[in-house]
Nanobody, 121 residues
Framework: VQLQASGGGLVQTGDSLTLSCVAS????????MGWFRQAPGKERAFVGAIRRSGDNTYYADSVKGRFTVSRDNAKNTVYLRMNSLKPEDTAVYFC???????????????WGQGTLVTVSS
């Protein structure tokens, strides 16, 4: 599975932004999809994830209520809608795919390249 993330950019505090991640192949619907981020000088951290059918989502406490993960299995695409952005949300965002609980510490099987989100104060 190859993952291609896009949608990053420079925004201001309080703005919204939506990231997209398109997967290759025809097995997208078999995977739990997730988003992770890595801020400068920090380790990569879990942001949110969505189960295969989209019926369950999981979020890091730091983004709960502001970020929403969704997916369109017909388009092989997962989205991360980010509202009320803060400077501390500045990071490189990565999409990922896995068959196990990637929201619970299980490493994903596949990673996309990152897309940079910068939130200015």
């Amino acid at each position: 599975v190859q993952l291609q993330a896009s949608g990053g950019g420079l925004v201001q505090t309080g703005d919204s932004l939506t990231l997209s991640c398109v997967a290759s192949g025809n097995t997208f619907s078999l995977y739990t999809m997730g988003w992770f981020r890595q801020a400068p000088g920090k380790e990569r951290a879990f942001v949110g994830a969505i189960r295969r059918s989209g019926d369950n989502t999981y979020y890091a406490d730091s983004v709960k209520g502001r970020f929403t993960v969704s997916r369109d299995n017909a388009k092989n695409t997962v989205y991360l809608r980010m509202n009320s952005l803060k400077p501390e949300d500045t990071a490189v965002y990565f999409c990922a795919a896995g068959t196990l609980a990637i929201h619970d510490g299980i490493p994903p099987s596949y990673w996309g390249q990152g897309t940079l989100v910068t939130v200015s104060s």
